[in-house]
């Protein structure tokens, strides 16, 4: 099992930034792959951002690279989400998700465990 609270949230005008944070408790973090994925209302949720274990590995949906960096840090079982020149299309629930390590990295069906979410607003 794997627990995950988000944090970081809020509302912030276009061209701004925010940083959101997911903890991670009850196993062992530095070997769970971890992603964030958004959902805006009326749409399906989507993938964000992805990060191998060891945080060796990245990789981004390209509505937000270039913009948006993820990290981890293992000593504090967290994983952020940096996001850099928001826009408005940005706006959704951001959840963070653990993933399967034997499964594909951009599909939410591939993530066994996820946190609450987050919701960030950004205003034009």
């Known amino acids: 099992q794997v627990q995950l609270v988000e944090s970081g949230g809020g509302l912030v005008q276009a061209g701004g930034s925010l940083r959101l944070s997911c903890t991670a408790s009850?196993?062992?973090?530095?070997?769970?792959?971890m992603g964030w994925f958004r959902q805006a209302p009326g749409k399906e949720r989507e993938f964000v951002a992805a990060i191998s274990s060891g945080g060796g590995n990245t990789y981004y949906a390209d509505s937000v690279k270039g913009r948006f960096t993820i990290s981890r840090d293992n000593a504090k079982n967290t994983v952020y989400l940096q996001m850099n020149s928001l826009k408005p299309e940005d706006t959704a629930v951001y959840y963070c998700?653990?993933?399967?390590?034997?499964?594909?990295?951009?599909?939410?069906?591939?993530?066994?465990?996820w946190g609450q979410g987050t919701q960030v607003t950004v205003s034009s």
């Open positions: 998700a653990a993933r399967n390590p034997t499964k594909g990295i951009y599909s939410s069906s591939s993530y066994n465990y």
């Open positions: 009850g196993r062992t973090f530095s070997n769970v792959p």
